[in-house]
Protein backbone atom coordinates (compact mmCIF):
# COMPACT_ATOMS: atom_id res chain seq x y z
CA UNK A 1 0.00 0.00 0.00
CA UNK A 2 1.95 3.16 -1.19
CA UNK A 3 -0.29 6.06 1.00
CA UNK A 4 1.89 8.58 -0.58
CA UNK A 5 0.54 8.01 -4.39
CA UNK A 6 -2.85 9.17 -3.34
CA UNK A 7 -4.02 11.78 -5.09
CA UNK A 8 -5.28 14.71 -3.11
CA UNK A 9 -8.83 14.31 -6.12
CA UNK A 10 -9.37 10.88 -4.08
CA UNK A 11 -9.34 12.19 -0.78
CA UNK A 12 -11.81 15.25 -2.18
CA UNK A 13 -14.21 13.02 -3.68
CA UNK A 14 -14.45 11.04 -0.55
CA UNK A 15 -15.40 14.24 1.44
CA UNK A 16 -18.17 15.69 -1.38
CA UNK A 17 -19.73 12.01 -0.70
CA UNK A 18 -20.17 12.56 2.62
CA UNK A 19 -21.34 16.04 2.76
CA UNK A 20 -23.32 15.56 -0.11
CA UNK A 21 -25.17 12.02 0.75
CA UNK A 22 -25.29 10.78 -2.35
CA UNK A 23 -22.53 9.89 -5.20
CA UNK A 24 -24.17 11.40 -7.85
CA UNK A 25 -24.99 14.69 -6.18
CA UNK A 26 -21.28 14.63 -5.36
CA UNK A 27 -20.18 13.95 -9.00
CA UNK A 28 -22.27 17.00 -10.36
CA UNK A 29 -20.38 19.19 -7.45
CA UNK A 30 -16.87 17.87 -8.94
CA UNK A 31 -18.03 18.26 -12.69
CA UNK A 32 -18.19 14.58 -12.94
CA UNK A 33 -19.85 11.73 -14.11
CA UNK A 34 -21.43 9.49 -11.87
CA UNK A 35 -19.27 6.38 -12.85
CA UNK A 36 -15.96 8.32 -13.07
CA UNK A 37 -16.55 9.04 -9.43
CA UNK A 38 -17.40 6.05 -8.22
CA UNK A 39 -14.30 4.50 -10.37
CA UNK A 40 -12.28 7.31 -7.99
CA UNK A 41 -13.67 5.58 -4.46
CA UNK A 42 -12.66 2.27 -5.89
CA UNK A 43 -9.26 3.69 -6.29
CA UNK A 44 -9.08 5.08 -3.15
CA UNK A 45 -10.33 1.91 -1.30
CA UNK A 46 -7.55 -0.75 -2.92
CA UNK A 47 -4.77 1.91 -2.53
CA UNK A 48 -5.70 2.09 1.26
CA UNK A 49 -7.30 -1.56 1.73
CA UNK A 50 -9.91 -0.28 3.00
CA UNK A 51 -13.93 -0.89 2.90
CA UNK A 52 -15.45 2.57 2.44
CA UNK A 53 -18.65 2.00 1.05
CA UNK A 54 -21.35 -0.47 2.12
CA UNK A 55 -24.30 -0.96 0.34
CA UNK A 56 -27.91 -0.17 1.99
CA UNK A 57 -30.63 -1.77 -0.90
CA UNK A 58 -29.39 0.55 -4.33
CA UNK A 59 -27.42 2.98 -2.27
CA UNK A 60 -23.60 3.24 -1.66
CA UNK A 61 -23.16 4.79 1.97
CA UNK A 62 -20.24 5.15 4.01
CA UNK A 63 -19.27 2.72 5.89
CA UNK A 64 -17.79 2.81 9.24
CA UNK A 65 -14.16 3.14 8.26
CA UNK A 66 -15.16 5.88 5.08
CA UNK A 67 -16.39 7.82 8.09
CA UNK A 68 -13.40 7.67 10.33
CA UNK A 69 -11.76 8.55 7.52
CA UNK A 70 -13.62 11.53 6.57
CA UNK A 71 -13.66 13.13 10.68
CA UNK A 72 -9.69 12.82 10.21
CA UNK A 73 -9.10 14.04 6.56
CA UNK A 74 -12.12 16.78 6.54
CA UNK A 75 -10.53 19.57 8.29
CA UNK A 76 -7.39 18.83 6.43
CA UNK A 77 -8.81 19.03 3.04
CA UNK A 78 -10.56 22.72 4.32
CA UNK A 79 -7.22 23.64 5.47
CA UNK A 80 -5.17 22.88 2.30
CA UNK A 81 -8.15 24.32 -0.06
CA UNK A 82 -7.85 27.51 2.00
CA UNK A 83 -4.19 27.90 1.98
CA UNK A 84 -4.23 27.95 -1.90
CA UNK A 85 -7.24 30.29 -2.15
CA UNK A 86 -5.44 32.14 0.45
CA UNK A 87 -2.82 33.01 -1.79
CA UNK A 88 -4.64 33.94 -4.90
CA UNK A 89 -5.48 37.35 -5.54
CA UNK A 90 -8.74 36.46 -6.92
CA UNK A 91 -10.01 35.82 -3.28
CA UNK A 92 -9.68 39.66 -2.04
CA UNK A 93 -12.01 40.83 -4.53
CA UNK A 94 -14.91 41.68 -3.10
CA UNK A 95 -17.70 40.03 -5.94
CA UNK A 96 -20.21 36.87 -6.06
CA UNK A 97 -22.04 36.23 -3.39
CA UNK A 98 -22.25 36.43 0.40
CA UNK A 99 -24.69 34.73 2.53
CA UNK A 100 -25.18 36.64 5.30
CA UNK A 101 -27.50 35.73 8.20
CA UNK A 102 -28.80 38.04 11.21
CA UNK A 103 -31.03 37.51 14.33
CA UNK A 104 -34.48 40.36 13.50
CA UNK A 105 -32.97 43.22 15.33
CA UNK A 106 -29.36 42.94 14.71
CA UNK A 107 -30.91 42.34 10.71
CA UNK A 108 -32.44 45.26 10.49
CA UNK A 109 -29.98 47.45 13.23
CA UNK A 110 -26.20 45.86 11.57
CA UNK A 111 -26.36 43.64 8.74
CA UNK A 112 -28.88 45.35 6.58
CA UNK A 113 -27.00 48.79 6.66
CA UNK A 114 -23.58 46.67 5.82
CA UNK A 115 -25.39 44.88 3.15
CA UNK A 116 -26.81 48.19 1.34
CA UNK A 117 -23.25 50.11 1.89
CA UNK A 118 -21.45 47.32 0.29
CA UNK A 119 -23.82 46.52 -2.59
CA UNK A 120 -23.24 50.51 -3.22
CA UNK A 121 -19.48 49.76 -3.18
CA UNK A 122 -18.93 46.41 -5.50
CA UNK A 123 -21.46 46.49 -8.28
CA UNK A 124 -20.22 42.59 -8.45
CA UNK A 125 -21.00 41.65 -5.87
CA UNK A 126 -24.26 39.68 -4.35
CA UNK A 127 -25.53 39.61 -0.37
CA UNK A 128 -27.93 37.14 0.29
CA UNK A 129 -29.84 38.67 4.01
CA UNK A 130 -31.63 35.82 5.95
CA UNK A 131 -33.70 36.37 9.20
CA UNK A 132 -33.33 33.78 11.38
CA UNK A 133 -33.71 33.09 14.87
CA UNK A 134 -30.50 32.31 16.80
CA UNK A 135 -30.40 28.48 17.00
CA UNK A 136 -31.12 27.71 13.10
CA UNK A 137 -28.36 30.59 12.51
CA UNK A 138 -26.08 28.93 14.59
CA UNK A 139 -27.05 24.98 12.28
CA UNK A 140 -26.85 26.42 9.17
CA UNK A 141 -23.04 28.21 9.51
CA UNK A 142 -22.45 24.87 10.79
CA UNK A 143 -23.69 23.35 7.87
CA UNK A 144 -22.21 25.83 5.62
CA UNK A 145 -25.93 27.07 4.37
CA UNK A 146 -24.78 30.88 5.44
CA UNK A 147 -21.30 32.57 5.34
CA UNK A 148 -21.82 34.48 8.62
CA UNK A 149 -23.82 35.40 11.02
CA UNK A 150 -25.10 38.32 13.31
CA UNK A 151 -26.64 36.63 17.09
CA UNK A 152 -26.32 37.53 20.46
CA UNK A 153 -24.16 36.05 21.92
CA UNK A 154 -24.28 32.36 23.74
CA UNK A 155 -20.77 30.92 24.47
CA UNK A 156 -17.76 29.76 22.95
CA UNK A 157 -17.86 27.31 19.28
CA UNK A 158 -14.99 25.25 19.24
CA UNK A 159 -15.86 25.06 15.07
CA UNK A 160 -16.67 29.16 15.23
CA UNK A 161 -14.52 32.12 14.80
CA UNK A 162 -16.66 35.11 16.75
CA UNK A 163 -16.11 38.95 17.50
CA UNK A 164 -18.16 40.82 19.81
CA UNK A 165 -19.67 43.72 17.47
CA UNK A 166 -21.21 45.53 20.53
CA UNK A 167 -22.77 45.17 23.95
CA UNK A 168 -26.11 46.56 24.87
CA UNK A 169 -28.58 46.86 28.15
CA UNK A 170 -32.11 46.02 27.93
CA UNK A 171 -34.10 48.67 28.54
CA UNK A 172 -37.64 49.22 29.06
CA UNK A 173 -39.77 51.19 25.97
CA UNK A 174 -42.42 52.94 25.66
CA UNK A 175 -44.65 56.17 24.41
CA UNK A 176 -42.92 59.62 26.25
CA UNK A 177 -46.19 59.76 28.08
CA UNK A 178 -45.71 56.00 29.35
CA UNK A 179 -42.22 56.78 30.97
CA UNK A 180 -43.26 60.04 32.08
CA UNK A 181 -42.83 58.97 35.88
CA UNK A 182 -40.28 55.97 35.52
CA UNK A 183 -37.49 56.39 37.73
CA UNK A 184 -33.88 57.99 36.01
CA UNK A 185 -32.05 54.73 35.93
CA UNK A 186 -34.82 51.97 35.97
CA UNK A 187 -34.85 48.73 37.18
CA UNK A 188 -36.99 45.59 37.43
CA UNK A 189 -38.38 46.68 40.39
CA UNK A 190 -39.63 50.24 39.17
CA UNK A 191 -41.44 48.26 36.75
CA UNK A 192 -43.47 46.10 39.29
CA UNK A 193 -46.86 47.20 38.83
CA UNK A 194 -46.91 47.82 35.13
CA UNK A 195 -48.36 46.05 32.86
CA UNK A 196 -45.60 44.77 30.28
CA UNK A 197 -44.77 43.24 26.74
CA UNK A 198 -41.60 40.74 26.57
CA UNK A 199 -40.41 38.10 24.33
CA UNK A 200 -41.65 34.55 25.06
CA UNK A 201 -39.83 32.02 27.02
CA UNK A 202 -37.45 30.59 23.93
CA UNK A 203 -35.66 33.44 24.23
CA UNK A 204 -32.60 34.12 25.81
CA UNK A 205 -33.03 37.51 26.78
CA UNK A 206 -36.41 36.26 28.29
CA UNK A 207 -34.90 34.00 30.38
CA UNK A 208 -32.58 36.71 31.50
CA UNK A 209 -35.33 38.98 32.53
CA UNK A 210 -37.08 36.00 34.14
CA UNK A 211 -33.70 35.37 35.86
CA UNK A 212 -33.34 39.03 37.20
CA UNK A 213 -36.79 39.07 38.39
CA UNK A 214 -36.14 35.67 40.43
CA UNK A 215 -32.94 37.74 41.95
CA UNK A 216 -34.44 40.83 42.63
CA UNK A 217 -37.52 39.05 43.96
CA UNK A 218 -39.62 40.50 41.43
CA UNK A 219 -42.98 40.03 40.03
CA UNK A 220 -43.55 41.25 36.69
CA UNK A 221 -47.05 41.81 35.32
CA UNK A 222 -46.67 40.02 32.32
CA UNK A 223 -49.55 41.00 29.56
CA UNK A 224 -48.19 40.00 26.08
CA UNK A 225 -45.53 37.28 25.07
CA UNK A 226 -44.66 37.40 21.15
CA UNK A 227 -42.02 36.07 19.24
CA UNK A 228 -40.05 39.20 17.70
CA UNK A 229 -38.77 42.13 18.92
CA UNK A 230 -40.81 44.14 16.57
CA UNK A 231 -43.84 43.06 18.03
CA UNK A 232 -42.78 44.44 20.95
CA UNK A 233 -42.13 47.57 19.48
CA UNK A 234 -46.02 47.69 18.19
CA UNK A 235 -47.50 47.30 21.48
CA UNK A 236 -45.33 49.75 23.43
CA UNK A 237 -46.44 52.21 20.60
CA UNK A 238 -49.84 51.47 21.61
CA UNK A 239 -49.28 53.64 24.82
CA UNK A 240 -50.47 50.40 27.18
CA UNK A 241 -48.11 48.28 27.60
CA UNK A 242 -43.87 48.86 28.38
CA UNK A 243 -42.34 46.65 26.52
CA UNK A 244 -38.87 45.32 27.77
CA UNK A 245 -36.27 44.91 25.31
CA UNK A 246 -33.83 45.92 23.04
CA UNK A 247 -33.11 49.60 22.71
CA UNK A 248 -31.52 48.86 19.39
CA UNK A 249 -35.41 48.06 17.70
CA UNK A 250 -36.54 51.43 18.69
CA UNK A 251 -33.93 53.46 17.16
CA UNK A 252 -35.44 55.83 14.36
CA UNK A 253 -39.23 55.27 15.94
CA UNK A 254 -40.10 58.58 16.85
CA UNK A 255 -42.88 57.72 19.15
CA UNK A 256 -41.23 55.64 21.36
CA UNK A 257 -38.70 56.20 24.42
CA UNK A 258 -36.41 53.89 25.63
CA UNK A 259 -34.56 53.84 29.39
CA UNK A 260 -31.97 51.38 29.88
CA UNK A 261 -32.11 49.06 33.04
CA UNK A 262 -29.93 48.08 35.94
CA UNK A 263 -29.45 44.13 36.83
CA UNK A 264 -26.73 41.95 36.37
CA UNK A 265 -28.61 39.55 33.85
CA UNK A 266 -30.15 42.32 31.75
CA UNK A 267 -27.59 43.16 28.88
CA UNK A 268 -26.66 41.10 26.04
CA UNK A 269 -23.50 41.22 23.49
CA UNK A 270 -24.06 41.12 19.34
CA UNK A 271 -21.67 38.67 17.95
CA UNK A 272 -20.33 37.89 14.49
CA UNK A 273 -19.84 34.32 13.55
CA UNK A 274 -17.99 32.78 11.39
CA UNK A 275 -16.75 29.36 10.54
CA UNK A 276 -13.85 28.77 11.81
CA UNK A 277 -11.02 28.10 9.65
CA UNK A 278 -13.11 29.66 6.68
CA UNK A 279 -10.85 31.09 3.53
CA UNK A 280 -11.22 35.11 4.63
CA UNK A 281 -12.46 36.21 1.48
CA UNK A 282 -12.83 39.83 -0.14
CA UNK A 283 -16.59 39.26 0.50
CA UNK A 284 -16.25 38.82 3.95
CA UNK A 285 -13.30 40.78 5.52
CA UNK A 286 -15.28 43.66 3.74
CA UNK A 287 -18.31 42.39 5.53
CA UNK A 288 -16.38 42.44 8.74
CA UNK A 289 -15.01 45.93 8.86
CA UNK A 290 -18.71 47.41 7.51
CA UNK A 291 -20.33 45.77 10.43
CA UNK A 292 -17.53 46.86 13.11
CA UNK A 293 -17.66 50.13 11.78
CA UNK A 294 -21.99 50.45 12.03
CA UNK A 295 -21.87 48.34 15.73
CA UNK A 296 -19.36 51.07 16.98
CA UNK A 297 -21.43 54.10 15.15
CA UNK A 298 -24.70 52.55 17.41
CA UNK A 299 -22.84 51.77 20.35
CA UNK A 300 -22.07 55.96 20.62
CA UNK A 301 -25.87 56.04 20.36
CA UNK A 302 -27.48 53.31 22.47
Given amino acids: MNILAIELRLLRG ?42 QGRRAVL ?30 RVTGLLRVGAT ?15 IAAYPDLRIDARQLPAQRLLAD ?4 EIDV ?11 LSQVTLLTERLAVIGTPAALLDMAQIPS ?15 FLMRQNIDKQARQDKVKLDIR ?3 SAMDDLMTAAIHGRLLAVGSELASLGNTGLRSMKLEGKFLSRSAVLYWRRGRVLTGNLLSFQKTVKRISEELACGV
Avoid at 141 to 144: C, E, R, S, V
Avoid at 190 to 197: D, F, I, M, T
Fill in 104 to 118: QTYLRSIALPAALEM
Fill in 188 to 202: LKSLEGYPLAVLNRH
Fill in 149 to 159: AIFPETGLHNS
Fill in 14 to 55: LVAIAKAGTFLTAAQQLHLTQSALSQQMKELGERLDLILFER
Fill in 63 to 92: SDAGRDLVVRIGPLIEQIDASLLQSSSAVQ
Fill in 224 to 226: LEV
Fill in 141 to 144: LLDG
